[in-house]
């Protein structure tokens, strides 16, 4: 093939995987090509967590630079008791920015009412999946919010610290047999530092694999600390080709933790390198 | 193989390629580590250009959070008048942050005095490659300071504006059956500007391919603008595929020529497009 037109086809493809994925290429390499397969390649959005130091001006500042669309929004810049009108202005400014929310979370539910908080938010944002951190005792009501709501949850895994979902194996022993719209967002590098085999848990997760939280670490273990993607000891190339294999349609989301008061250049680089990685994997 | 175990050889092996690249990850990624192959990745560096408007300090602040420690090194951060106290000063600074400069330029050469200039900087910073720009005219004077000086000459293209060498093959049409120590600096933005096919005159430039400056660009032609790698238009794995092919040895230096005043995000999700692109076709 031509080899612009490769690329571009390449890179064009990385914008319109899933279905409701905004490209993070620009609306000019897209307009006008037709000739797309969608579900060619993952998408890429960001972690609202990743800006925890920084308000919705800024953090929509920092996305419009990294070329990011999508965003897991979370409370501090959405709290969970936010009036419509809040909500409605809070979406409008990252509609302006041309953002999607596409998910709310992580959002821990401890009690039933958190549960129905967490349901009535979401609906109220307009999502159709929490990414979620539900108690084991509350997964039948979480079920139950789940089917009269048709909206999803993404239970999140947080690391060998987490006495409710430390890996991936934890989450989908609880939510396997329950309704198919219970899965994983899969942080991958909380799962690695609790020991799992992240090619094995995406290959195991399917289609149960809703979310994703992608960054890099350092070590597995409790000690192993947030780092840029592509310097830490998480196999990249592995991952993306275990996604493409089980031909996953959600986004993947970077979050990155260190630097959390300077974070645009470790971010730049941990986005550059997952699209790289994916652009290699097409 | 074991995954993190594979993970950790394909980066380690990235900073170890070619004789004297220093890596760009951690020492203690690297440290302790005797099973690597070298030469099975591409080492990446900086092009001094990047850094036009900022001290050497400056520089290297963001080579040292980059995570990039191969330099060519530029004449506004080391003169070619430079005394030798001066020259001694900021290789020291450069090496105090584990940065190796590993050529000069790039260098106009319009007369035989700038030709003997350049060698004698070259020598004196100790470098043995010069990255320049001779005038068609000076090839057979430079022919000979190569062979009287051992030094390399990487004759730089600069895209459909540069009267001399627009693409890589307006200088190996100039150099091929010349001494073996003269060759291409191949600059692949303006090359492809120039209207090259990337794949193919890096196979052309087989091991006339000295040092290469890596950029991304909006267009062919002179339209063409510097951006992010990954955002324009180039097929990055086809030319790392093309760079292993011919069992490249040489530098991919990153030289980033947007956002000037403010590159650092843009050089980050630049270094990691092109490291994820590395990774994946090990």
Do not use: W
């Given at each position: 093939?031509e ?14 995987a899933?279905t ?10 897209i ?12 998408p890429v ?40 009108e ?39 944002v ?18 139950q ?5 048709n ?18 194996a ?57 780092i ?10 592995a ?9 996953y ?34």
């Open positions: 093939m080899q612009s037109r490769k690329a571009f086809i390449q890179k064009a493809a990385l914008g319109i899933g409701a994925a905004i490209p993070f290429f620009s609306k000019t390499a307009a006008g090509n037709t000739s797309l397969k969608a579900g060619t390649a993952l959005g960001i972690a609202g967590y990743t800006f925890a130091k920084f308000d919705v001006e800024k953090s929509i500042a920092m996305m419009k630079r990294l070329g990011i669309h999508n965003l897991s929004v979370k409370d501090f810049h959405l709290p969970l008791d936010s009036s419509a809040k909500i409605s202005t809070v979406l409008a400014q990252f509609a302006a920015a041309e953002i999607k929310v596409y998910t709310v979370g992580v959002i821990y539910m401890k009690t039933k009412e958190a549960v129905d908080t967490a349901f009535d938010y979401a609906k109220k307009g999502v159709d999946m929490i990414v979620g951190v539900p108690n084991y005792d509350l997964l039948d009501y979480t079920e919010k789940v089917k009269s709501t909206i999803k949850i993404a239970i999140h895994n947080h690391g060998p610290e987490d006495l409710l979902y430390p890996g991936p934890e989450v989908l022993d609880r939510i396997k047999s329950r309704d198919a719209r219970m899965g994983l967002c899969m942080d991958i590098g909380h799962a690695r530092r609790a020991g799992a085999n992240l090619e094995k848990a995406i290959k195991e997760s399917g289609n149960r694999l809703f979310d994703l939280h992608i960054k890099d670490v350092t070590a597995t273990g409790k000690e192993g600390k947030a840029e993607i592509g310097r830490g000891i998480i196999d990249f190339p991952v993306v080709k275990a996604l493409n294999n089980i031909n349609k959600g986004m993947c989301s970077i979050e990155y933790e260190k630097d959390m008061t300077d974070p645009l250049p470790g971010i730049a680089e941990s986005i550059g390198f997952f699209k790289g990685v994916i652009v290699s994997n097409i």
